[in-house]
């Protein structure tokens, strides 16, 4: 078998098996790293029942149970859609992790919040979209780009929507709202309302 003389970074141990992917094992202290030098672009599988699906430090499949789970390190970016509908609760996301797909996160309802490391660039367009119990997302990096939408259909934006409302109410002044609530327009902006009962220019709801 041929062998090659690189250490485990976690533990010092010497790694003599040649690898088949991107990564390898310790079979010392079970920490995954990558292998320099080795573009081989295989996948290689993390976890205990392979719950981790990664090829060339992207995260591609998610096949796990748990509901409690930490991305591995070596993970850069999270893929499209990779967590979506999951049962997933608490998510702890590596500081090697760059970016984040399109809908990763996008319907898992149980989720309630999430922190994102400071490393991450740039978070995809509706990454949390639907996560219906998530009130909190704490941004680590102060130069994080975000698609759109990233968490449309969340607590977090109702509670948003909520607070703005409020907000802009306590600008109106009483007899505008009176006014504007007489002549059937929207006493937020003042726009009419479309067949549906929605707003032509803010887009809310008519309240009856």
Not at 25 to 30: G, H, L, P
């Given at each position: 078998m041929e062998s090659l003389d690189i250490r485990c970074p976690n533990c010092g141990a010497s790694i003599t098996e040649m690898p088949t992917s991107d990564f390898v094992?310790?079979?010392?202290?079970?920490a995954f790293f990558k292998i320099p030098g080795n573009k081989t672009g295989s996948a290689v599988t993390v976890g205990g029942k392979d719950?981790?699906?990664?090829?060339?430090?992207?995260?591609?499949?998610?096949?796990?149970?748990?509901t409690v789970i930490t991305v591995p390190q070596i993970v850069e970016k999270i893929?499209?859609?990779?967590?979506?509908?999951?049962?997933?609760?608490?998510?702890?996301?590596?500081?090697?992790?760059?970016?984040?797909?399109?809908?990763?996160?996008?319907d898992c309802q149980n989720l309630r919040s999430v922190v994102i490391p400071a490393s991450v660039r740039y978070v995809g367009n509706r990454a949390f979209w639907r996560c219906t119990n998530l009130s909190q997302i704490e941004f680590l990096g102060?130069?994080?780009?975000?698609?759109e939408g990233v968490v449309l259909g969340t607590e977090l934006y109702r509670n948003f929507l909520q607070?703005?409302?409020?907000?802009?109410?306590?600008?109106?002044?009483?007899?505008?709202?009176?006014?504007?609530?007489?002549y059937?327009?929207?006493p937020y902006c003042g726009n009419n309302y479309n067949i549906w009962g929605?707003?032509?220019?803010?887009?809310?709801?008519?309240n009856n």
């Open positions: 094992k310790c079979t010392f202290c079970d719950d981790f699906v990664i090829k060339s430090s992207v995260l591609t499949e998610f096949n796990g149970a748990n893929a499209d859609g990779v967590f979506r509908g999951s049962g997933i609760t608490n998510v702890l996301l590596p500081g090697s992790l760059k970016e984040i797909g399109a809908y990763a996160f996008a102060a130069n994080t780009e975000l698609g607070s703005y409302d409020n907000e802009i109410k306590a600008q109106i002044e009483e007899d505008t709202l009176k006014t504007r609530k007489a059937g327009l929207c929605k707003c032509k220019g803010c887009g809310r709801k008519k």
